[in-house]
């Protein structure tokens, strides 16, 4: 059975910084590229960052970029996000999940198994 559980999240000031966790189980870490989503209220997932099976590569989107930091150890079966210069609007529910794709990691159809999601919080 495949789990993926994040941790990390919490209450923090705009400005602030957070690193997100993800253990995984129950699968090949090493086989699957992995990805964090986030969903604010009333809004639909969206993508944040994704890294290759390797962690040689890395994807961003635009809005995180330059203040996010995506990694990986397959040693450890874990996945991690650095968040730097957090701002409200990074404000969301974020989920760690794994693929098997080797292309679009920015899309979330393509994504095989979920997290629960951990709560970020960053106040004005």
């Known amino acids: 059975q495949v789990q993926l559980v994040e941790s990390g999240g919490g209450l923090v000031q705009a400005g602030g910084s957070l690193r997100l966790s993800c253990a995984a189980s129950?699968?090949?870490?090493?086989?699957?590229?992995m990805g964090w989503f986030r969903q604010a209220p009333g809004k639909a997932r969206e993508f944040v960052a994704a890294?290759?099976?390797?962690?040689?590569?890395?994807l961003y989107a635009d809005s995180v970029k330059g203040r996010f930091a995506i990694s990986r150890d397959n040693a450890k079966n874990t996945l991690a996000l650095q968040m730097l210069t957090l701002k409200p609007e990074d404000t969301a529910v974020y989920y760690c999940?794994?693929?098997?794709?080797?292309?679009?990691?920015?899309?979330?159809?393509?994504?095989?198994?979920w997290g629960q999601g951990t709560q970020v919080t960053v106040s004005s």
């Open positions: 129950g699968l090949t870490f090493s086989s699957y590229a």
């Open positions: 890294v290759s099976r390797s962690g040689a590569g890395t």
């Open positions: 999940a794994a693929t098997a794709a080797y292309f679009r990691l920015d899309d979330a159809n393509r994504y095989d198994y």
